[in-house]
């Protein structure tokens, strides 16, 4: 089996989603790579969100959802799990990174948009807020950005290759708190079936692949992922 999640799973650690009514994206308009590479002051909202924690990942805790998903994965019952979230519950509730695959990057720190190198946010929020410093790359003075992919931004290729491995791999497809309209990652579900794969959904609202699904649940992921898999 293999697990797929969207921002869905983590609403319930307190993190809004992008899409359900006053989600992210009905409070502010996403800022586009062109757009952080281009202008100073994109840059400057981007890591004034960035730090404020409007996003409301920081300090967030797994829930059961991601307990119930990290159980699955320690029995050896789930082979992967896919994310397109970037708030690290997955592997904060005890999957192990090797097992996490990151469609759209992780968070919890940045990386130079020029030589890669990565750059801890603790070392970053302080000359930032402090003296408005707009974090740069301390090797090679390169454009340092949260090592999240943003829109019109190449997504991983040895994530995306991974988790079409999987997809092809699996007999069971479990979609977890996704509204899938975000491709190319809403496209592995349909991989999965296509190949064969059951494909289970679990979203609060319908979504554009529920009619490709073999059984889809609209539930709250926690509570119904905990007395499946007997997690509290
Ligand atoms: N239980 C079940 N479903 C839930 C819960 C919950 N507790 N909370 C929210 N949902 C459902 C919502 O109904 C919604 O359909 O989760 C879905 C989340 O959908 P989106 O907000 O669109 O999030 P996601 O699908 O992860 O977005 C994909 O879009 O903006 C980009 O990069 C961003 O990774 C994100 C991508
Ligand atoms: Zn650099």
Redesign the pocket.
């Known amino acids: 089996m293999v697990v797929f999640t969207?921002?869905?799973?983590s609403?319930?650690s307190g993190i809004p989603?992008?899409?359900?009514p006053g989600?992210?994206?009905s409070r502010m308009k996403?800022i586009y790579f062109q757009e952080f590479v281009a202008s100073e002051d994109k840059r400057r909202e981007a890591w004034t969100r960035a730090f404020s924690g409007v996003a409301g990942w920081v300090g967030a805790e797994p829930n059961a959802?991601h307990r119930a998903v990290a159980k699955l994965a320690a029995e050896g019952k789930c082979s992967a799990v896919i994310t397109?979230?970037?708030d690290n519950l997955h592997q904060d509730a005890g999957v192990p990174a090797h097992q996490v695959i990151e469609l759209?990057g992780n968070a919890s720190y940045a990386a130079c948009l020029d030589c890669g190198l990565r750059h801890e946010l603790a070392d970053l929020k302080g000359p930032f807020l402090e003296r408005g410093e707009i974090p740069a790359c301390r090797s090679c003075s390169g454009l340092v950005k949260t090592a999240v992919?943003s829109?019109g931004q190449p997504m991983p290729e040895a994530a995306m290759a991974r988790a079409e491995e999987e997809a092809l791999a699996c007999d069971l497809f479990l979609v977890?708190?996704?509204?899938?309209?975000?491709y190319p990652?809403a496209g592995f579900p349909l991989m999965a079936r296509r190949n064969g794969a059951a494909l289970v959904i679990?979203?609060?609202?319908p979504?554009e692949q529920d009619g490709y699904a073999t059984l889809v649940l609209h539930?709250?992921?926690?509570p119904l992922m905990s007395a499946v898999v007997g997690v509290n």
Do not use: C, K, M, Y
């Open positions: 969207g921002a869905g799973v609403t319930e989603d992008f899409r359900s989600g992210v994206w996403p959802g397109q979230n970037v759209h992919v829109f977890l708190g996704s509204s899938l309209v975000v990652a679990v979203n609060r609202e979504t539930e709250e992921i926690g």
